[in-house]
């Protein structure tokens, strides 16, 4: 039976919301500065402190121009995009704790699921080729992915781009963010937001959050308020 009262959908926003992979991605990273001859090295406070933009690439963008350095950034990304999806293809991961049990309880409730990232579609194939057969692309009536938009998070264009597949509006849904720019990108997009931090972004402002979880629970998604719907998202 379809699900008539809120939320209509629940959107697991970024990799990070299923999955902890913050410290694989770090390594890739350092394993792709290597391989392109850069002298850098992000250590576990520098990397957190890059966390501040959302996307691999941004984050490759502005350390460079913070170094006043002109690298290919592009050609850097894909290096590390290779080297993470090999790190998850050989991972033991499994998902967040109460990722498991609010799918669960959407499904009991027939509330739609959807994972709306904006990552590379060889990182999202990665996630679901680690996750093996806990968590499938199938659960999801929507999955985003980079070649969906021009512009990545804290942009709410994935989020709107989920709105208008899914067919919802944003005060219809919930959605699950694991860091500061990913957030005000659902905010942005009218959506109420609960923040679920991963181990490198605890420190990161969620003052704009419904809530701020460490742990996903059914009951946290039911004490959700919606927002009232702008004029301009109407």
Known sequence: MANTSFPKA???GSIGTLIETSEMQRAAFNKAFDEAGLDWHWDAQ???DTLASSGGLARIETYAQSRSETVDAVWVHQLKTHYFTQALKSSNATPRA???DVMKYAYDKGIDLAF???TSRA???GVFTALGN????NDFKFVGDASMVSTNKPSPDIYFEALKRL???APEVVTIEDSEPSMIAA???GIPCIAFPGENTTHHNYAKASSVLTHLTPEAIKEIEPVPLSPELA
């Open 10 to 12: 629940i959107l697991f």
């Open 123 to 125: 990182n999202v194939d």
């Open 167 to 169: 067919g919802y509006k």
């Open 187 to 189: 905010v942005d997009a």
């Open 46 to 48: 520098s990397y957190r």
């Open 134 to 137: 806990t968590i499938a692309e």
């Open 116 to 118: 709306v990232t904006s």
């Open 98 to 100: 109460g990722v498991l």
